[in-house]
């Protein structure tokens, strides 16, 4: 019944009947473990019965009563066994292609009761159904015998089922592991085997015999499960029968069989990843058959092949060095393939040579790759030209947009945020390239096509050969293509012209006086394809940083000017390119961008805020937010707040009345906290009413949160409008400075309240939103102290509790903040007092590298700006009160010492060594109890001390400048008394060391310190 039923007609009746069987089946299995194994091989065996003539009269009759009258499913299985020969062909073919639909129904069900079945019901104490091992062994075999099906179907169901379970019981293995994983499914690799090698042995070419059946299900079975789980397979599976499989598969590749050779390869490539010895032994066989099959008929194949070369490439170059030469000749063939499938894995082949690190080439394979570009880059050219099949659907959504038609759903990417961070920590994860992200100009979507590969290809080649290489075989194509009658010819040049800009820049400058009134032509002419705009569009973003630094003035403005008359372009790709573009140009123009040109700019994007929808909208707030970030305080003088601060706080309106929690908003909320700093007291006429919006969307993100009562099951977007709300306020508190504490008073709705939400999102459960909200703790320490006064304790516990770098962005923030609480306290150590212990012992384990992680292990790879906050803070707690932390100075000064040597703020350097200075006043004896010898924990001192006459990118890069041409700075002139301090704690050192110890101190300077030591500080 429970097979059958969903197979039934669509009657109301024939529903209702599904909806019980499902019922059924659900509380079948999860009623007892007995149940749930009984019904489990119920299904297995049904899945196995190859004719319900094999079935006995017994259990028809079964089956037949089991339908509660819906007998037409049965007639239409069983129907023609009972009329003792009487049936036509015909019916037969009918029954049996329906029971063939059973068998693979049932072999789905099974799959899904074993991998993922119902929960169980109240009454069973396990969290989980459990098969006994009769009906596993018997599941087992089952789907085993499946393989050698003769229907493809049945045995891609087997196959499936097979992998699901194996890859299943990595994650699961006290309930599926002990019968499914592949170190205990003993028989599943051997019987692999056995059926791949009878398939070689036989004589048999038809894929219609048996023992090819058995063979071809074997291969997409092993293939399935190398790609989900490899290294199980190559750990699990009997050494001598997983070492047999190389070799049977290498000999399948000789296989008439086009699908044996297809699965035989598919599996041979995964198993690059692990590289089993079998592999490495036989190498030069598996090169052969690529080798051999290079020119096969079939598509895949061809595809496969070049998708093996790649991966050898990507993963063990040294295996395809000696033939590679003619790998480059063939790949070079392969790019042009008429098959595009093939043409892609071929194209990929110079990326991913063009991504490999310097290790894994050499000169030979460069020359080889280098002798190829002639032939090669005009290959890719043609490969940006949109097919036909492709134009023929983009012209339909031009029709689309024309008609002014709502966004479709694949056309809206994922909206993200990113919590703020604070301190030395660099959380810049803007990986975009100049010019704006390469989706922006492209009509592909998230699919990886041709057209993308040959121009990430030609940007990846264009950086590592360079404009001498590149140009030379490039430029006639490409001045061809710019000159081409067909739009989508030119379209693919001016593509390529985008995408050689970082690799040629300085060589393609001479023509760029002709090439930008060309790009500009193309972008403004109402005759121009919207895909041709949008190119356009973007390749005058790749190449705005020579119009910002040309001698012509007016090349920005008119640069400007196009691109802002082009952002009411109704086809919504040009106003997403457009749009990007402006704001590429402005993040390399920055103040250039005069108030001249501001007011025209800010008005036709309010013009474009009424228009766009979805998807443009996001990128109109990207870029007003990239404005405010790059242009200054120009965007907040006179007038020009009051023309775009309105209509955004509309929008935010418009959209929250129908959903507050819109992902829409986060742009919208991230650009306003851009203008919010920006403004500073000019935005005070909108700050109540964007104060009460983020806060109500805060309140309305943790009612929707508190609903969940496990906080592992809240979806990390869920929380992203709180935490975008929260960086919001952190805009006001910066931009408003102490005027923030005036607003807070000023909302009659959330001011009461301000104080304890802020105690509530720094104990957030949820990692981002505590980010964000230490945030929020630090500045408001700098900026608006009485509203942390009274939850002080509190926040404190919260905030030293959060310094764990096993969440390195939480960590960060809470030691900026406690810095930040430290400085506000001054001398006044009374609020710290309780909390100075806790916070001492947090914050050594940081210095001295021996952090652990929640199970106790060491954690070993360093994070970046945890050392150096931690150094920070540290000294602003010594500056309120040296005692907190001279007592165990001994046992963390060599790690402060390096923790000050990275830190590239001067501000924050300062009050950092003020502090460490207090501290070693304090506890002069630390420094012959803080490490091995004397001489290197006063070395430690001084290489502390250098830091401050090094600039900050070259402490950021790590130049060296202690043994090359002396190139120190001179010490901070606004930090007279710290550098008097400084002189006199390395006088007093040298003193107390003893001339010995200085001498030998002195042998392991390099030259140059010793030089900055004697003329700067006297020592």
């Not at 399935?224 to 047999?244: C, G, M, Q, W, Y």
């Not at 390469?438 to 264009?462: I, V």
């Amino acid at each position: 019944s429970t097979l059958s039923n969903p197979s039934s007609s669509s009657s109301q009746d024939a529903h209702a009947r599904h909806a019980l069987a499902l019922k059924a089946r659900d509380d079948a299995l999860s009623s007892s473990n007995d149940s749930y194994s009984n019904l489990c091989t119920e299904f297995c065996r049904v899945l196995c019965c190859q004719s319900p003539e094999l079935l006995s009269m017994e259990v028809l009759k079964e089956f037949h009563d089991s339908l509660a009258g819906d007998t037409d499913m049965f007639h239409k299985c069983c129907g023609w066994i009972q009329n003792n020969g009487g049936s036509s062909n015909a019916q037969r073919d009918q029954g049996m292609m329906m029971w063939n639909t059973l068998r693979q129904m049932a072999g789905l069900l099974l799959k899904n009761a074993l991998v993922s079945p119902p929960p169980p019901s109240a009454l069973v104490q396990t969290k989980r159904m459990k098969l006994s091992l009769e009906a596993a062994t018997e599941i087992k075999h089952g789907l085993l015998r499946c393989l050698t099906d003769a229907l493809s179907p049945i045995r891609g169901v087997a196959s499936t089922a097979i992998a699901r379970c194996c890859t299943a019981a990595v994650y699961l293995e006290k309930s599926m592991g002990i019968f499914f994983s592949v170190g205990n499914w003993v028989e599943l690799v051997p019987f692999i085997l056995h059926c791949v090698q009878i398939g070689n042995t036989t004589q048999q070419t038809s894929i219609d015999s048996m023992e090819q059946h058995a063979g071809i299900g074997a291969l997409v079975t092993l293939r399935k499960l190398l790609e989900d789980i490899p290294n199980r397979v190559a750990a699990e599976a009997p050494s001598t029968s997983f070492h047999e499989l190389v070799p049977a598969l290498l000999t399948c590749l000789q296989s008439p069989i086009q699908t044996r050779r297809k699965e035989a390869l598919a599996c041979l490539n995964v198993f690059i990843f692990p590289m089993p010895g079998s592999l490495v032994a036989n190498m030069d066989r598996y090169l052969g058959g690529l080798s051999a099959l290079a020119s096969d008929e079939s598509a895949e194949i061809r595809q496969l092949v070049c998708q093996g070369i790649v991966s050898l490439l990507s993963q063990r170059a040294e295996y395809i060095k000696p033939h590679f030469a003619s790998i480059v000749t063939f790949m070079l063939t392969a790019t042009s393939d008429a098959d595009p499938s093939v043409a892609l894995e071929a194209c990929d082949f110079w990326l991913t040579f063009a991504s490999l690190d310097e290790d894994s080439y050499d000169d030979e394979m460069m020359g080889c790759v280098a002798q190829s570009l002639p032939q090669l880059l005009p290959v890719l050219l043609k490969g940006m030209v949109y097919p036909p099949d492709k134009i023929e659907e983009l012209l339909e959504d031009n029709a689309i947009d024309e008609r002014g038609g709502d966004d479709r759903q694949q056309d809206l990417a994922p909206v993200f945020h990113s919590a703020k961070t604070k301190g030395q920590y660099d959380s810049d994860d803007d990986d975009s390239e100049d010019g704006g992200s390469d989706d922006e100009m492209d009509d592909d979507g998230g699919e990886w096509s041709l057209r993308k590969c040959s121009a990430a290809s030609l940007d990846s080649l264009a950086g590592i050969f360079g404009a001498s290489y590149v140009l030379p075989p490039l430029l006639p194509a490409l001045q061809e293509g710019l000159r081409h009658p067909d739009q989508w010819f030119r379209e693919a040049s001016i593509l390529a012209l985008g995408a050689i800009s970082d690799g040629c820049m300085a060589e393609i400058t001479p023509h760029l006086p002709q090439l930008h009134p060309f790009l500009l032509s193309q972008l403004t002419s109402q005759d121009s394809l919207p895909q041709l705009r949008c190119i356009s569009a973007w390749a005058l973003g790749r190449y705005a940083s020579w119009t910002v630094t040309a001698d012509d003035p007016s090349l920005v403005a008119c640069s400007i000017e196009a691109l802002v008359g082009r952002l009411l372009d109704r086809n919504k790709k040009v106003q997403v390119a457009t749009c990007s573009a402006l704001g590429v140009y402005v993040e390399a123009a920055g103040d250039l961008m005069t108030p001249y040109l501001l007011e025209p700019v800010y008005r036709a994007l309010m013009e474009a805020l009424q228009l766009y929808r979805t998807r443009s909208i996001l990128c109109l707030f990207d870029t007003l937010g990239v404005m405010a970030d790059n242009i200054g305080a120009a965007i907040g003088e006179g007038p020009l707040p009051g023309m775009y601060v309105p209509p955004i706080l509309k929008r935010w309106n418009d959209i929250g009345r129908e959903n507050p929690m819109d992902r829409s908003l986060l742009p919208l909320m991230e650009c306003l906290g851009s203008i919010t700093v920006v403004c500073g007291m000019n935005y005070q006429p909108w700050a109540v009413e964007t104060f009460e919006m983020a806060m109500s969307t805060i309140e309305g993100s943790m009612l929707i949160i508190s609903h969940y009562n496990d906080i592992s099951d809240v979806d990390d977007e869920l929380a992203d409008p709180m935490i975008c709300a929260i960086d919001l306020i952190d805009g006001l508190i910066e931009g408003l400075g102490s005027n923030f504490a005036t607003l807070v008073a000023g909302s009659a709705r959330f001011g009461p309240t301000f104080p304890n939400l802020l105690q509530q999102i720094v104990a957030h459960d949820i990692p981002g939103v505590r980010i964000s909200a230490f945030a929020v703790l630090g500045d408001l320490a700098r900026q608006a102290p009485t509203l942390i006064e009274a939850g002080l304790p509190m926040l404190l516990s919260e905030a030293i509790s959060s310094i764990d770098p096993m969440h390195p962005a939480v960590c960060n923030n809470s030691l900026w903040a406690l810095g930040e609480i430290c400085v506000r306290c001054g001398e006044n150590a009374g609020p710290l007092t309780p909390n100075a212990a806790d916070l001492l012992q947090n914050l050594i384990p940081l210095l001295m590298g021996n952090s652990i992680d929640i199970d106790g292990n060491p954690i070993d790879t360093p994070v970046p700006g945890i050392v150096e906050n931690a150094a920070i803070t540290l000294g602003r707690l010594a500056c309120v009160n040296p005692s907190f932390v001279a007592p165990e100075l001994g046992r963390f000064l060599l790690g402060w010492c390096d923790g000050l040597s990275k830190i590239s703020n001067p501000t924050e350097r300062k009050d950092a060594f003020s502090g460490f200075i207090l501290a070693l006043r304090a506890n002069p004896h630390s420094i012959q109890n803080a490490g091995p010898g004397l001489s290197q924990t006063i070395g430690s001192i001084l290489f502390a001390v250098v830091s401050w006459h090094v600039a900050s990118d070259d402490l950021l890069e790590g130049t060296n400048v202690l043994h090359s041409n002396y190139g120190f700075q001179p010490f901070p002139s606004e930090f007279v008394e710290l550098k008097q301090s400084l002189t006199q704690l390395l006088t007093d050192i040298k003193a107390s060391a003893g001339q010995e110890s200085w001498n030998q101190v002195e042998s392991q300077m390099p030259i140059n310190v010793k030089r900055l030591m004697k003329e700067v500080y006297n020592v």
